[in-house]
Nanobody, 122 residues
Framework: QVQLIESGGGLVQAGGSLRLSCAFS????????MAWFRRGPGEERVFVAQ????????SYADSVKGRFTVSRDDTKNTMYLQMDSLKSEDTDVYYC???????????????WGQGTQVTVSS
């Protein structure tokens, strides 16, 4: 079965950086679009960033543009989220996601990781 496991979360001061990783197993990650979501304030998880394929297109939520960078290395079946200039409002649980189509919305996601906590202190 497919598994996605996030790592790299933790506590960081505002203005600092963290790098999240998502390990994809069970199938070739190259077959899937991959994305990062965060839990958000409501019932639906909130889109953060997407990487369509290795070396291909990326997209970002407006709230993280210019600060976060998503990338993937399909030889390692791993996706990354480099988070710079972190703000307290970035504090959340971050989830790795994968699917065969666009992953802008929670309903598009086929596979989810369990999440990793990011806490940004002021």
């Amino acid at each position: 079965q497919v598994q996605l496991i996030e790592s790299g979360g933790g506590l960081v001061q505002a203005g600092g950086s963290l790098r999240l990783s998502c390990a994809f197993s069970g199938r070739a990650a190259s077959l899937y679009a991959m994305a990062w979501f965060r839990r958000g304030p409501g019932e639906e998880r909130v889109f953060v960033a997407q990487a369509s394929w290795s070396g291909g297109g990326t997209s970002y939520a407006d709230s993280v543009k210019g600060r976060f960078t998503v990338s993937r290395d399909d030889t390692k079946n791993t996706m990354y989220l480099q988070m710079d200039s972190l703000k307290s409002e970035d504090t959340d649980v971050y989830y790795c996601a994968a699917g065969v189509g666009g992953l802008t919305w929670e309903r598009d996601v086929e596979y989810w990781g369990q999440g990793t906590q990011v806490t940004v202190s002021s």
